[in-house]
């Protein structure tokens, strides 16, 4: 699907269930609805940015090698941690509603932000957004997201 909430779904349970030490997206350029990019094989011409180009993004540029994935109780989150950068990521996905989440830090020893997040809204025109308007509560940190969102926060 073009829109990339069958990725989403997809990398989401992949991510939180299996654990795995390394993945690929082999599809980057192909027809329209398969594609990260549209393309035709035979003419060497490329066609539109799929959206769910942009929901990838929010999982391949946070979720590096060497990172942690982190278990939770919250089955739309992964969680990934790098302790050498003492950075966490957040990749939740709002799939078929709205939702507003707290997350609990108070596993982490120490916890300052500053903190980030990306947003690909696949029902509308947020594709990969930067917004640095969050901020911490102490040990928590509360984020709305709308329907048929990806969104990746990162705290350091």
Known sequence: DESGMGLARNLMLDLVWLHPVAWVYWQVLDGPGWGLIASNDGDAKLGKVATKYHVLAQYSRHIREGMRILDNDD????????????????????????NTITYDLSAFGEVKGPVTRWVTNTAGSARYEKHTDLTLQGKTLTVKLDKKTVQTVEIQ
């Open 75 to 98: 089955h739309n989150t992964v969680v990934a941690y790098d302790g050498e950068e003492g950075k966490l990521v957040l990749v939740t996905l709002a799939d078929l509603w709205a």
